[in-house]
């Protein structure tokens, strides 16, 4: 594998599924929501209320469609809390940095500290993006995400795809190539924050229970894309069936029951709590109250056990002992039914600090009075 200065986020979905007609046995009827909801919209954000609910999914080894880190389901009381209804944009980023000067990590050169192995032309400021092969890959073959992701000198949230690339066209598009410090001074500057992942699968599951997506558990009902997500082979060959090679404007998609858009696919979404892809066999007092994270980022020694299982990054060698993973939910643009099957609420995933990338976004919360 060649030299990336970061280290690999992207062994991302190497946990896959079964063929395109496939249909899961053990999905449970999606229960439509015994009340209606009355959706409550107060300056582009929904109110959800305080609830509990089973987070997570069984894993089963003969359902492709559910991954070991969703495992055990656990139930978790959340207290009530607003929530945007789009993803973060590029117009609204852009109000922020106009504000503030603010500068994302990933305009900032790399330190010699945080990359001690890195060679000098890649410590320019850049982003992780995704770069398909020309030809068709069997991506199962190896786990070498590296074919898919290169890090390019100059991408950064208003270059998405690195020099000579804008968002001039883009700007109700979400906004991509943050880390979570970048998404949390955003949401402070905007009198928010980022939502806890007990949180944001709530609001995902949109008033359903248990069903397999934010709308039921029908992947594709009346024929009609219901996410942002990849058609076609991954990684080469991306049809983009659903009207989308990359980001769509925010919205683009049916809303859920609690009127929230993308909610699947789209971007990922960035969230406060750290990752770790065991986290949720800790728990033990069901239902736990409001549920935010381990406490601490996984250590580099945990990162070598559980990349064996494809749940997380390769620690990176000569860096501090923690690696910043923060959970990020719902899925991008990049999942694929056969390959990356996350555009699910259950589905969890990681954005490093380290390693911003085109995939991943976020969206904010606020406290319900
Ligand atoms: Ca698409
Ligand atoms: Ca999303």
């Given at each position: 594998m060649k030299f990336a200065p970061f280290s690999i986020l992207v062994t991302f979905c190497l946990i896959v599924g079964c063929g395109e007609d496939a249909k899961d046995k053990t999905v449970l009827p999606a229960k439509e929501a015994e009340v209606a909801i009355e959706i409550i919209e107060k300056d582009g954000m929904v109110l959800v209320p305080g609830q509990t609910y089973r987070r997570g999914n069984e894993y089963n080894p003969g359902n492709d469609k559910m991954y070991r880190e969703e495992a055990p389901p656990h139930m978790v009381t959340v207290s009530g809390f607003w929530i945007d209804k789009y993803e973060v944009t590029n117009a609204k980023f852009k109000e922020f940095v106009d504000a503030t000067g603010y500068v994302t990590f990933a305009e900032k050169s790399l330190s010699k500290e945080e990359f001690p192995n890195a060679p000098p032309e890649q410590m320019v400021p850049g982003a992780t993006i995704f770069s398909p092969p020309s030809d068709d890959i069997d991506p199962w073959a190896s786990d070498d995400a590296w074919r898919w992701w290169s890090y390019t000198a100059g991408a950064c949230w208003k270059s998405p795809e690195g020099k000579g690339s804008s968002i001039k066209h883009r700007m109700d598009h979400p906004v991509v190539c943050l880390n979570a410090n970048d998404a949390q001074a955003y949401a402070q500057w905007a009198g928010k924050r980022l939502p806890t992942e007990a949180e944001w699968e709530l609001a995902a599951?949109?008033?359903?229970?248990?069903?397999?997506?934010t709308w039921g558990n029908d992947p594709k009902p009346d024929e009609q894309w219901m996410a942002n997500c990849f058609q076609g082979r991954f990684p080469a060959r991306n049809s983009a069936q659903d009207g989308y090679k990359g980001t769509a404007p925010v919205g683009s998609f049916p809303p859920n029951g609690y009127g929230l858009y993308d909610m699947a696919g789209n971007v990922w979404e960035i969230c406060s709590d750290f990752y770790r892809?065991?986290?949720?066999?800790?728990?033990?007092?069901?239902?736990?109250?409001?549920p935010t994270g381990p406490e601490q980022p996984i250590t580099n020694d945990e990162l070598q056990h559980f990349n064996r299982h494809g749940t997380c990054p390769m620690p990176m060698e000569g860096v501090s002992k923690l690696t910043y993973l923060h959970v990020t939910k719902?899925?991008?643009?990049?999942?694929?039914?056969?390959?990356?099957?996350?555009?699910?609420?259950a589905a969890r995933h990681y954005a490093e600090v380290l390693a911003p990338t085109n995939h991943s976004g976020f969206r904010c919360v606020r406290d319900a009075e």
């Amino acid at each position: 594998m060649k030299f990336a200065p970061f280290s690999i986020l992207v062994t991302f979905c190497l946990i896959v599924g079964c063929g395109e007609d496939a249909k899961d046995k053990t999905v449970l009827p999606a229960k439509e929501a015994e009340v209606a909801i009355e959706i409550i919209e107060k300056d582009g954000m929904v109110l959800v209320p305080g609830q509990t609910y089973r987070r997570g999914n069984e894993y089963n080894p003969g359902n492709d469609k559910m991954y070991r880190e969703e495992a055990p389901p656990h139930m978790v009381t959340v207290s009530g809390f607003w929530i945007d209804k789009y993803e973060v944009t590029n117009a609204k980023f852009k109000e922020f940095v106009d504000a503030t000067g603010y500068v994302t990590f990933a305009e900032k050169s790399l330190s010699k500290e945080e990359f001690p192995n890195a060679p000098p032309e890649q410590m320019v400021p850049g982003a992780t993006i995704f770069s398909p092969p020309s030809d068709d890959i069997d991506p199962w073959a190896s786990d070498d995400a590296w074919r898919w992701w290169s890090y390019t000198a100059g991408a950064c949230w208003k270059s998405p795809e690195g020099k000579g690339s804008s968002i001039k066209h883009r700007m109700d598009h979400p906004v991509v190539c943050l880390n979570a410090n970048d998404a949390q001074a955003y949401a402070q500057w905007a009198g928010k924050r980022l939502p806890t992942e007990a949180e944001w699968e709530l609001a995902a599951r949109g008033g359903l229970k248990n069903a397999m997506f934010t709308w039921g558990n029908d992947p594709k009902p009346d024929e009609q894309w219901m996410a942002n997500c990849f058609q076609g082979r991954f990684p080469a060959r991306n049809s983009a069936q659903d009207g989308y090679k990359g980001t769509a404007p925010v919205g683009s998609f049916p809303p859920n029951g609690y009127g929230l858009y993308d909610m699947a696919g789209n971007v990922w979404e960035i969230c406060s709590d750290f990752y770790r892809p065991d986290y949720y066999s800790f728990f033990k007092q069901e239902p736990h109250p409001d549920p935010t994270g381990p406490e601490q980022p996984i250590t580099n020694d945990e990162l070598q056990h559980f990349n064996r299982h494809g749940t997380c990054p390769m620690p990176m060698e000569g860096v501090s002992k923690l690696t910043y993973l923060h959970v990020t939910k719902g899925g991008s643009f990049l999942c694929h039914w056969d390959y990356c099957l996350r555009y699910r609420p259950a589905a969890r995933h990681y954005a490093e600090v380290l390693a911003p990338t085109n995939h991943s976004g976020f969206r904010c919360v606020r406290d319900a009075e």
